[in-house]
C-alpha cells in the first residue's frame, strides 16, 4: 500500500488552512488601519504601551474582526452555497458544526484577550462582538438589510477601532476632533462595505437578503456608496481647514480627487469593478484617514 502523505501528491490542505481562511485575514486590515490611526490621533506618547498597542491591533484585526467573519461565513453557508461554493463550509473542508464552534471558541478567545487591555478595550470588544453576530445570526441578522448590516460594519471597522485606541492611550475621552473624524470615517465606510455587496447579487437575491445593490440595483447602490464615502471626506476637509492645518486639508482633498476620478470607472460598470475599486479607490480613502489623525495630533501636541 501506498504511505505517501497527500500533502506530497497535492491533496487536500492541511485543516488549519481551512480555519485560517474562516477568518479572512484579507478583511483585518480595515480595523486594525483604524486603530492605529486613533493611536496616531490621541497625541499620547506609545512609551512603555507597546505591548498594548500590539495586543489591541491584533484584537481589532484578527480576533474581533475575525470571529466577524466566522460568524458570517457560519450563517451564510447557504448564500455561500451559491455564490462562493469554494468556501470552507460549504465546499465541506469545515465539516458539520465545527464552523460554528469555531466562531464560539474564537469569541471567547477575543473576549479574554481584551480583558487583559483594560475596561475600555473590553467594552468596545463586547459591543464590536455583539454586533458582529448580529450582523449574521437571526433573529436580528442585521445583513438582510443593506443599510442595517453594512452600518454595524461600519462602525465595528472604523469607528470603534479609533475610538477605542485614542481613549485608552491618552487614559480619557478621545477629543471631539478625533470623535468627529471617527464618526465620519465609519459613515463613509459604509459605502465601502456596499462595495463588497457586488459580488453577491444572484446569491443574494435568491436568499432574500436586501442588500443595496438588490434593493437599488447595482447603479442606483453604486452611486449612493460614491455619496457615502465622498459627503464624509468633505466633512473631514472643512474640520482640517477649521483646525488650521492647511496641508493636511490640501492632501486629504487631494486623495479625494483621486478617488472621484476612479469613481468614474467604477460607476460605469459596478458589477465588474467594484473589486477593482475596493482595491485602489478605498486605498486612498484609508491614506486620508491617517493624515487626518496626524493633523489632530499636531493640533493636540502644539
Known amino acids: 500500500m501506498d504511505r505517501t502523505s497527500p500533502q506530497l ?41 507597546g505591548l498594548f498597542v500590539t495586543g489591541g491591533i491584533a484584537l481589532a484585526g484578527p480576533l474581533v474582526c475575525g470571529t466577524s467573519q466566522a460568524v458570517n461565513d457560519w450563517f451564510d453557508r447557504h448564500v455561500d452555497a451559491i455564490n462562493e461554493p469554494d468556501r470552507p463550509i460549504p465546499s465541506g473542508r469545515v465539516a458539520g458544526r465545527n464552523g460554528l464552534y469555531f466562531a464560539l471558541v474564537w469569541t471567547i478567545l477575543s473576549l479574554i484577550v481584551a480583558a487583559t487591555l483594560g475596561p475600555w478595550v473590553f467594552g468596545a470588544a463586547v459591543v464590536g462582538l455583539v454586533l458582529a453576530w448580529a450582523y449574521s445570526a437571526p433573529p436580528f441578522r442585521l445583513k438582510a438589510n443593506g443599510w442595517w448590516g453594512n452600518s454595524a460594519v461600519a462602525i465595528c471597522y472604523e469607528g470603534l477601532p479609533w475610538f477605542t485606541a485614542a481613549a485608552v492611550l491618552s487614559g480619557a475621552l478621545p477629543t471631539w476632533h478625533s470623535i468627529y473624524a471617527a464618526l465620519a470615517y465609519s459613515v463613509g465606510a459604509h459605502g465601502i462595505m456596499t462595495l463588497n455587496d457586488f459580488k453577491a447579487i444572484d446569491g443574494d437575491t435568491t436568499m432574500g437578503i436586501r442588500s443595496l445593490p438588490v434593493q437599488l440595483g447595482a447603479n442606483g447602490a453604486a452611486r449612493v456608496a460614491c455619496v457615502v464615502m465622498v459627503l464624509p471626506q468633505l466633512a473631514v476637509i472643512g474640520l482640517l481647514v477649521y483646525m488650521a492645518t492647511p496641508i493636511h486639508a490640501t492632501a486629504v ?50
Open 9 to 49: 501528491l497535492g491533496g487536500a490542505p492541511p485543516k488549519w488552512k481551512a480555519y485560517l481562511e474562516l477568518l479572512k485575514p484579507v478583511t483585518w486590515f480595515p480595523p486594525m488601519w483604524a486603530f492605529a490611526c486613533g493611536l496616531v490621533a490621541c497625541g499620547a506618547s506609545f512609551g512603555s504601551r
Open 253 to 302: 482633498a487631494v486623495l479625494l480627487v483621486a478617488q472621484l476620478v476612479l469613481m468614474r470607472r467604477f460607476l460605469k460598470d459596478p458589477v465588474h469593478f467594484a473589486t477593482w475599486y475596493s482595491a485602489s479607490g478605498v486605498t486612498l480613502y484609508v491614506s486620508g484617514m491617517l493624515v487626518a489623525a496626524f493633523a489632530i495630533r499636531q493640533v493636540l501636541v502644539t
